[in-house]
Structure formats: structure tokens, C-alpha cells
């Protein structure tokens, strides 16, 4: 690892002064620090802020950036109103990295594309113009929507495909000390020619919270596709909610991981489904509209099908009767 | 930099580079060395310690983000002549081959049965508004954190569910 100085301060104001890599609980930037992918010069420690608790706000959630990922998935509010998200959080990583790991940092978790992990490969994402190994590589766990010729990186969040689903604002402090809340397709950046931009963040700016807006109608799941059924990054997943009233489907929230370098959601699929009685025909041609730009690497081919019939799986369950 | 933390009980400074992990600071400086070090990557569960009484990887924990902490190791749990009943019932059923992975698996285990005793819920739960029990599929999901070269977990298992049927019995 890289020395690097460290800061722990104990305000806000504090923090953005200190102009340095936040960290908050570690899990994925100590990792990538001890292979050098990533080499911070100075690490400001942020656990001393006040940023923790999850409090109701209006008819929604405030969540402090610094709530764990296990506490935020066993609040009784989040198991009773939002499950799809406690789902999530569950699904994700271990318990013992459930119990370090932060709201805030789970939103910005690096990819676990192996050609970024390999310091000798080349990664347009962490070192812009080297060129991009995982073409023509080994891409199994890689995107097949929203990627570009420089990067086929696939966002590895179970949590922020929950939030997508559920419609969830990030708060930001700017560096200057403005505030400002945004959804995550406002959050999120696709990589185009510049993979190494992930976010719209810039040095200095901190998640302080996410705004969760009042539960929404209809029955909630978190299906997740891997490769062993427990510890394992998503091939596949979805996030859906769906509201059913007369035999037809009233409201739908649908957003997949495993598929996209952000959290991925496409109202087309959704205005698909609304209006409409539940048949495979209708599922079918939902999954069609989601799919109907994707593009496998040939490792990832499989995703295409995989998320179709994953797709139409969480479907049927959501509409049938009673599951 | 200087690092004051509550090792099993016991107040210790250390003097550390901003670099070291608590798993390191407790091995090669404190000579705690019941924690092991296995992938040192978060991925092995070999290092894991109690840190304020939650279960964590010491290998991706940053020694200085922990001053003021409380931190329990395998050796702040019982004593060869006094084991905890955690580490009897690992004995007794042989929950081990080459016991690299024990401090590890037992450490994660306690903390694991006080999640479910406070009602926490796993990937596998059915009901996220009902207490979960600890049976074997829980048990599998909840350990998934800590694994096995020598694959003894039908013993590791055996182990863990006894201590939690005496637990339960304990707390009748």
C-alpha cells in the first residue's frame, strides 16, 4: 500500500477543508488501496461526523450516509415499508462486511471488473486512454446495456438497484457548501470516453444522506442471480415493484444490476406493463423493450436470455395470486 | 500516529503507521496472533474480531480509524483451561481440520447468534416481519462470511447449533 496521510475530523465544515479521499467504512477502498488500483495521498476518515440514524421525514426515510448496510436492513420501517431494500442489502457481500460498510460508500463501490482490478491490464476506468483489456477478454461479469467501446464495467450495488427502484434522492454537500439532492440518473454517469468518471462528485463533495419518499403501493422483491448462492456479485438482478388493482397491473417499479455500469431503469418497460392484465405475452414484450439495445462481449451473452426469463419470473410472482 | 483501543478488555497505545490493519496492529504488535490472516482481501473471514461487539474483517479495517474502540479477539473469549461454550462445542464435534480458520469461524459465530437473538434478518429469512430461528439454511447464509479449505463444516455447523440449542436452554 501507498503511504498516505490521514485525518479523522469532527465537522463538516472540517472535512471539506481538509480536501481529501473520504472514507467512511473502508470495505472496498483499504481493498483496492493494498492492490494500488487506488493511491490516495491523504485519507480523511468521515465516521465522526454526524451522519448516522435513519429518521422519518414527511411521509419518507432520511438515511444517514454513514447507517450501516446492516442496520439499514434490519430497521423495522425498511422490512415493513421499503422490503425490496432490505432484500437487497441482505443479498449483498457477508455479515461482516454488511457491518462496516456505509450507505453513502455502497453507492460508490468500484466495479469488480477484473481488468480494473488487475493493475497490469489495461483500464480506460483507472487510467483514462490505456486502452480496455476486457475487449475480446474474459467478460462474464461485465455490462451488456449503457457500456461504451472504452469501458464494459458493470456497477456491482445490490442496494442502489433498490434505491432506483424506489425512487431514492442522494444528498450532496458540494465543497463549497452548497446542498443539493439528486436522483441516481442524475447521480450516475455513463462512461462514454471517460470510464474514469463515474459520478457527477467532484473532489471534496460528500453523500451526507439518502431520501427515501413516502412506501408506494403494490407488492416488492429483490431477485438475484449469481454464480453460488451465497457472497457473490450479481450476473443478474431486479428490483421491482408492482401495484395490481382490477386484474390489471396500476403501477410498476422496475430497475436491474449486473447489467449496466449504473443502476439500471428504462420507463418504456414499465409504461409497457401499465394498464395492461399480466400474460407472458405482455411480459415478453416488456423484456423485449428493456433488451432491445443490450450487446453481450461474448463472455456476457448469456445476460441477454438470463434477464429476460429473470425478468418474467419476478413478474409472474408479483401478479399472481397471493405468493 | 497513536492508536489507543480496548483490546478484550484491556486499554493498549500503540504507535502506528497510518498503513497498518487492525488485523496486523493485533498480531504484530499487540502478539495477538489467534487472529489469522488468510486472503487479507475481506473475502476468507480468517480475521475476523469483534469490533464494539459487531463482527467485521480486521484485514479491512485501517488500525487508526479504530482509536477509542473496543476490539474482543478469539483469546478475549475463553482460555484453554476456561472455554467458552462456543469453542467446547467446536471441540467436542470436531469443528476443524487444520484450525486455521477457527478463531475466525468461532468469533463470527458468537456475534452471528447474538444477530439472531436480536431478530436481524438474512438473505434467506422468509418473513423479513418474523424472528428468524436458527436453522441450518440461516446457519449456512450467516456464515457464508467465513470459509473452510479443509471443508469441515458439517462439524462446524454441528457445532455452532449446539451451542445455540444450550444458549436458548440456558436463557429458559
Keep these: ?323 | 500516529m497513536r492508536v489507543s483501543l480496548t483490546v478484550n478488555d484491556t486499554p493498549r497505545t500503540l504507535d502506528l503507521d497510518p498503513r497498518t490493519s487492525l488485523l496486523d496492529a493485533l498480531r504484530d504488535h499487540l502478539h495477538l496472533t489467534g487472529t489469522k490472516k488468510g486472503c487479507d482481501h475481506g473475502q476468507c473471514g480468517a480475521c475476523t474480531v469483534l469490533v464494539n461487539g459487531e463482527r467485521v474483517n480486521s484485514c479491512l479495517c485501517l488500525a487508526v480509524m479504530h482509536d477509542g474502540d473496543e476490539v474482543t479477539t478469539i483469546e478475549g473469549l475463553g482460555t484453554p483451561e476456561n472455554l467458552s461454550p462456543l469453542q467446547a462445542a467446536f471441540v467436542k464435534h470436531d469443528g476443524f481440520q487444520c484450525g486455521y480458520c477457527t478463531p475466525g469461524q468461532i468469533m463470527s459465530s458468537h456475534a452471528m447468534l447474538k444477530e439472531i437473538a436480536r431478530g436481524w434478518p438474512s438473505h434467506v429469512t422468509e418473513d423479513l416481519s418474523a424472528k428468524a430461528e436458527l436453522t441450518i439454511e440461516e446457519l449456512k447464509e450467516r456464515m457464508s462470511g467465513n470459509l473452510c479449505r479443509c471443508s469441515a463444516y458439517k462439524g462446524i455447523a454441528d457445532a455452532i447449533l449446539e451451542a445455540a440449542a444450550e444458549q436458548r436452554e440456558a436463557a429458559e
Design chain 1, 1 to 323: 500500500m501507498k503511504s498516505f496521510d490521514y485525518v479523522r475530523p469532527e465537522t463538516a465544515d472540517a472535512a471539506h477543508e481538509a480536501a481529501g479521499r473520504f472514507i467512511a467504512g473502508g470495505t472496498n477502498l483499504i481493498d483496492l488501496m493494498k492492490l494500488q488500483v487506488e493511491t490516495p495521498e491523504k485519507l480523511v476518515d468521515i465516521n465522526r461526523l454526524d451522519l448516522r440514524g435513519i429518521s422519518t421525514e414527511g411521509d419518507g426515510l432520511k438515511i444517514g450516509a454513514l447507517v450501516s448496510n446492516s442496520e439499514l436492513a434490519a430497521d423495522l420501517r425498511i422490512r415493513t415499508d421499503y422490503p425490496l431494500l432490505s432484500r437487497a442489502l441482505l443479498s449483498g457481500a457477508t455479515q461482516q462486511l454488511r457491518n462496516k460498510a456505509t450507505t453513502g460508500g455502497n453507492f460508490l463501490q468500484r466495479t469488480r471488473c477484473p481488468y480494473f482490478y488487475e493493475p497490469h491490464q489495461a483500464c480506460n476506468k483507472r487510467t483514462p486512454g490505456e486502452g480496455c483489456s476486457a475487449q475480446g477478454g474474459v467478460t462474464r461479469m461485465l455490462a451488456v446495456l449503457g457500456t461504451s467501446e472504452h469501458c464494459l464495467a458493470a456497477h456491482p450495488s445490490d442496494m442502489a438497484v433498490a434505491m432506483r427502484a424506489l425512487d431514492a434522492k442522494i444528498a450532496v454537500t458540494r465543497a463549497d457548501g452548497t446542498t443539493e439532492r439528486l436522483a441516481l440518473d442524475d447521480f450516475y454517469l455513463l462512461p462514454g470516453d471517460r470510464p474514469d468518471r463515474e459520478t457527477v462528485l467532484e473532489p471534496g463533495d460528500l453523500i451526507t444522506a439518502v431520501h427515501l419518499p413516502a412506501p408506494a403501493a403494490g407488492r416488492q422483491t429483490y431477485r438475484k442471480v449469481r454464480d453460488r448462492s451465497s457472497y457473490a456479485f450479481a450476473l443478474v438482478s431486479v428490483a421491482a415493484r408492482i401495484a395490481m388493482e382490477d386484474g390489471k397491473i396500476s403501477d410498476a417499479a422496475l430497475a436491474f444490476g449486473g447489467l449496466a455500469p449504473r443502476p439500471w431503469r428504462d420507463g418504456a418497460v414499465e409504461e409497457i406493463l401499465i394498464g395492461e392484465a399480466p400474460s407472458e405475452a405482455l411480459f415478453g414484450k416488456a423484456a423485449d423493450r428493456l433488451l432491445a439495445e443490450a450487446k453481450g462481449a461474448g463472455g456476457n451473452d448469456f445476460k441477454i436470455p438470463l434477464t429476460r426469463r429473470t425478468l418474467i419470473a419476478v413478474l409472474n410472482d408479483l401478479t399472481g395470486e397471493s405468493a
